[in-house]
């Protein structure tokens, strides 16, 4: 369960956005879509608790997991260290280690020595091998080859059968519109929730 209820922030004077109101629903992939400053990393921090709200409400349950756009890890650890940490209760770690590292690419390497991309998509495995009910990401296509891309839209897609809630931000929504998005458009200190290409399909 995710809703913003007549959610506001503001610093000091300056008002980013007022009287948000959305109800997220299971299974369903929403994205945010905004200029730079218009408020969208805003809204995942509010969700994922770093920063405060000014008022409102944001009612939530179940396990989050959240990937901001900038996060920092140890960069002396190598990848596969790094990942057995995470799965440090998993009986299987060494044959999921393995298999991410053959998905996703990553070479097991000093995390301080990864290119931006190889870095990217450790964050994103970590994020999604945490078992949560929404999962939050802060512009994750940033630095990835068009392969990257696709490993993660079906990552996405499979979080989605599994009834998760899919929440992230981005600056083209293109290489998700398979996956039938919400979008959520930003602008100007006011949020819009636009249809869906299915539902305006259906409409007409």
């Known amino acids: 369960m995710l809703n913003l209820v007549s959610l506001e922030k503001k610093y000091k004077d300056h008002i980013v956005f007022s009287n948000m109101n959305i109800e997220f629903t299971q299974g369903n992939l929403y994205i945010l879509m905004g200029a730079n400053g218009s408020g969208k990393s805003t809204i995942l921090k509010l969700i994922a608790g770093i920063i405060y709200k000014t008022d409102g409400k944001i009612i939530k349950d179940g396990v989050l997991s959240y990937l901001p756009d900038k996060f920092s890890m140890p960069k002396l650890m190598k990848v596969k260290n790094y990942l057995y940490e995470i799965f440090y209760d998993r009986k299987d770690k060494n044959e999921l280690y393995q298999n991410l590292m053959k998905t996703y690419q990553i070479p097991n390497k000093r995390i301080g020595d990864l290119s931006k991309g190889n870095l990217q998509k450790l964050g994103i495995v970590q994020i999604l091998s945490l078992d949560a009910d929404i999962y939050l990401f802060d512009e994750p296509l940033d630095g990835l080859d068009d392969y990257a891309k696709k490993v993660f839209r079906e990552a ?39 249809k869906r290409r299915k539902e305006m399909d259906e409409s007409n």
Request: net charge positive.
């Open 156 to 194: 996405i897609k499979e979080k989605l059968k599994e009834k998760k809630i899919v929440l992230m931000s981005l600056h083209n929504k293109s290489y998700f519109n398979e996956l039938n998005p919400i979008v959520i458009e930003v602008k100007e200190g006011m949020v819009y929730e636009k």
